[in-house]
């Protein structure tokens, strides 16, 4: 008579971490006599839950003693550690269950992927190069000026280590300017690819504004002109802390600048001058 109840010898796991590498998985149970191979045990995870990165694929016993179970594995983003593993309900030749066995802390997964953040202190609107930083989430490997992908744009002046990086854009035209850090440009020590970030962007005007049209408010300075204005139109909002200077020549004599003021459109300044009466 057989009454013993055959028992787990041994579980091993293909690999102690599962990361973003990590193509295929198997979890190999050796029992300590031959086994029923028409029934394959059933193998649990006891407090961790690891489906989100392994799904079982197939089983199959490589001989009598052996039973391999074989997991497709996905990218979890997860971290799960010391995965405790349960095998049970295998049978031997002569019908006997096995006694329930535990493997605690067998392996663990690591397949959280690296975020980055792209952020500028420079406004919407930008008309010379500015500055860049790049934050990712954790310490990460190979990153380089060469990973920045940028349209309208150059970049310059990298530095930065792990975590922090910093660089400067400049525009080549007028126009939108994008700032992108794709996926799978940076590792973290587990070989976990980066997530790529948020893109940055800014609009930028390199185009120097224009004057489009001087007017005076009259054409001859006589002896009943008490005030004199010249307004002056530009072909885009200008900054109304900024007041052109205006030359007229020959005319010290006659007027004296008495004040300037911007209209509400931000595109049209008026000067004023006051009439000296001595010519």
Request: charged letters at 20%; aromatic letters at 8%.
């Amino acid at each position: 008579a057989d009454l013993t109840f055959p028992s787990v010898s041994n579980i091993s796991a293909s690999t102690a971490t599962i990361t973003d590498s990590t193509t295929s998985f198997t979890l190999t149970v050796e029992y300590g006599e031959e086994m029923d191979v028409s029934v394959n045990p059933d193998i649990t995870f006891l407090t961790e839950n690891p489906n989100n990165t392994i799904s079982f694929a197939s089983g199959i016993w490589n001989d009598s003693k052996t039973y391999v179970a074989t997991y497709s594995v996905n990218d979890g983003n997860e971290e799960l550690s010391d995965i405790d593993v349960k095998v049970e309900n295998a049978k031997d030749k002569v019908g006997n269950t096995q006694d329930a066995f535990t493997e605690n802390n067998l392996f663990s997964i690591e397949n959280q992927n690296p975020t980055v953040s792209l952020t500028s202190t420079a406004p919407a609107t930008v008309n010379s190069t500015f500055n860049v930083t790049a934050e990712f989430s954790e310490l990460v490997n190979d990153f380089d000026i060469n990973d920045i992908a940028l349209t309208n744009a150059t970049a310059s002046n990298f530095i930065g280590n792990f975590t922090s990086y910093s660089f400067d854009v400049t525009p080549e035209a007028t126009g939108g300017v994008t700032v992108d850090i794709n996926s799978a440009v940076a590792q973290d020590s587990a070989t976990n690819n980066n997530i790529a970030a948020t893109q940055l962007t800014r609009e930028a005007d390199l185009t120097l504004p224009t004057v489009t049209n001087i007017t005076a408010s009259t054409s001859t300075i006589s002896d009943s002109t008490t005030t004199f204005t010249l307004t002056v139109e530009y072909s885009e909002e200008m900054d109304i802390s900024q007041n052109p200077s205006i030359t007229i020549e020959n005319t010290q004599n006659t007027i004296t600048f008495a004040g300037g003021s911007w209209n509400s459109d931000n595109k049209t300044y008026e000067a004023t001058y006051s009439d000296k009466d001595e010519e």
